[in-house]
C-alpha cells in the first residue's frame, strides 16, 4: 500500500506561482509512475501531468505544457509540481496519485492509478 500526501495549495493572483509538493510512503518500490490530477467545482477530475518514477520521463496535459513542471526526488520520496503563470482556470483541488502499472503510452488516465492523496485545494483569483 502507498500513502500520499498533498502538500503547498492554497490562494494566489493570477500570474503567480506555486509548489506542490506530494509525499510518498509504503510500498514506493512497487510504483512505476506517479501523476497529478484536479477537479474543479462541477467538473470531473482530469490529468494534469506524470512522472515515470524510474526514468523521470514527464507528461503533460495541453493545459499544463509550458506552464507546470513536474519533477520527482527519488531519495525524499516526494514528488513536486511547480505551477507558474496561474490562471484562474486552475483552481481546483489537486490530487497526486501513485501508478504500479507500466505504461508505453504515457499516463493520462485515471484508470492507472491506484492510490491517490486526499488533495489540496489551489485557488488562483483574477
Known amino acids: 500500500q502507498v500513502q500520499l500526501v498533498e502538500s503547498g495549495g492554497g490562494l494566489v493572483q493570477a500570474g503567480g506561482s506555486l509548489r506542490l509538493s506530494c509525499a510518498v510512503s509504503g510500498r514506493t518500490f512497487r510504483s512505476y509512475a506517479m501523476g497529478w490530477f484536479r477537479q474543479a467545482p462541477g467538473k470531473e477530475r482530469e490529468f494534469v501531468a506524470a512522472?515515470?518514477?524510474?526514468?523521470?520521463?514527464?507528461y503533460y496535459a495541453d493545459s499544463a505544457e509550458g506552464r507546470f513542471t513536474i519533477s520527482r526526488d527519488n531519495a525524499k520520496n516526494t514528488m513536486y509540481l511547480q505551477m507558474s503563470s496561474l490562471k484562474p482556470e486552475d483552481t481546483a483541488v489537486y490530487y497526486c496519485a501513485s501508478s504500479r502499472v507500466y505504461s508505453g503510452s504515457g499516463y493520462s488516465t485515471e484508470d492507472l492509478f491506484g492510490s491517490w492523496g486526499q488533495g489540496t485545494q489551489v485557488t488562483v483569483s483574477s
Open positions: 512522472i515515470r518514477w524510474t526514468d523521470g520521463r514527464t
